[in-house]
Nanobody
Framework: QVQLVESGGGLVRPGGSLRLSCVASGSIFSINSMDWYRQAFGKQRELVAAITSGGSTNYADSVKGRFTISRDNAKNTVYLQMNSLKPEDTAVYYC???????????????WGQGTQVTVSS
């Protein structure tokens, strides 16, 4: 049973920091890209950051210089370090991964359950 489990969301003041974590578990053979998306209330889900299996990254313009995505392949984990947070960063953040499972029927794109990030004074 392949799944993604997220943690690290919460309430912070503007200028503060949070680190989100997402762990993939199950009978996993490989993980290609791992990504973070977010969806603010009343808005469409958007890509925040992505990282390939080799460590190449890209970011949305709105978070460049403030957010850092990283991964630990040995732990099947992706992180999102969020610094200098702004109220407009408030959203539900979702982990996404393209997973190859030992059982090919379980291979595919998976989503985490989402974790709330609220930036407010």
């Amino acid at each position: 049973q392949v799944q993604l489990v997220e943690s690290g969301g919460g309430l912070v003041r503007p200028g503060g920091s949070l680190r989100l974590s997402c762990v993939a578990s199950g009978s996993i053979f490989s993980i290609n890209s791992m990504d973070w998306y977010r969806q603010a209330f009343g808005k469409q889900r958007e890509l925040v950051a992505a990282i390939t299996s080799g460590g190449s990254t890209n970011y949305a313009d709105s978070v460049k210089g403030r957010f850092t995505i990283s991964r630990d392949n040995a732990k099947n984990t992706v992180y999102l370090q969020m610094n200098s947070l702004k109220p407009e960063d408030t959203a539900v953040y979702y982990c996404n991964a393209d997973i190859g499972a030992y059982d090919s029927l379980e291979s595919g794109v998976y989503w985490g359950q989402g974790t709330q990030v609220t930036v407010s004074s």
